[in-house]
């Protein structure tokens, strides 16, 4: 099962032509799965997303914990790279509460390694598998919306937990990579899949989501 972008409709759109008017239709994206519902982000999640940059173990490997002023400028830098180029992580919520559990998504600031597909939620549901749920659906964006050919995922060697993510996604780990600045001296691992190789597994991705 691929969930399509609700508000997605032309054809062969890629990010290739950054002229802004092309990316207008996706800034009402909304990606939902069974549990949870991705749409693109805004300063209505700030409190939230605060109290998430606000933990130190949730935060340890995504720039660390961070003041709300830093938050702030990081949800303004996700909304600005919609408008600009036409995708950013997605602000996640649970389906049932409404409530505001992470961000996930397509990321690629300039000086990236890549074209990755990132993740992060809230410390109150880890174990749950919304991260990996979330992250399916990102994927499929990535192929189908962006037309992305290839995909990573930067993780720290330390980073236990998304490595195993990660593997879940059928990712494999392509070894060392380099961030950019501020981020140059950060130890980082590429892993990655085809988008080929995304489509060849995603159906038994989703199968194991729903059941």
Known sequence: MSIKPIAFTPSNVTTSNFAPSNFEHRLDTVIETPRLVLRTPSLAEFEPWCAYMADEEAARFIGKAQPPAAVWRGICTMIGSWQAVGFAMFSVFEKDTGRWV???????????????????VIRDV????????????????????????????????????????????GSVNRGPGKMPPPFE???????????????????????????
């Open 102 to 120: 992470g961000r996930i998504g397509p990321w690629s600031p300039h000086g990236w390694p890549g074209l990755e597909v990132g993740w992060g």
């Open 126 to 169: 880890w174990g749950k598998g919304y991260a990996l749920e979330g992250a399916i659906a990102a994927m499929d964006f990535a192929v189908d919306v962006l037309g992305w050919q290839d995909i990573i995922h930067a993780i720290h060697p330390e980073n236990i937990n998304s490595q195993k993510l990660a593997m879940r996604l």
């Open 185 to 211: 001296n950060e130890p980082t691992n590429l892993w990655g899949q085809t988008a080929g190789e995304w489509r060849a597994r995603r159906s038994d991705m989703w199968e194991r989501v729903i059941r």
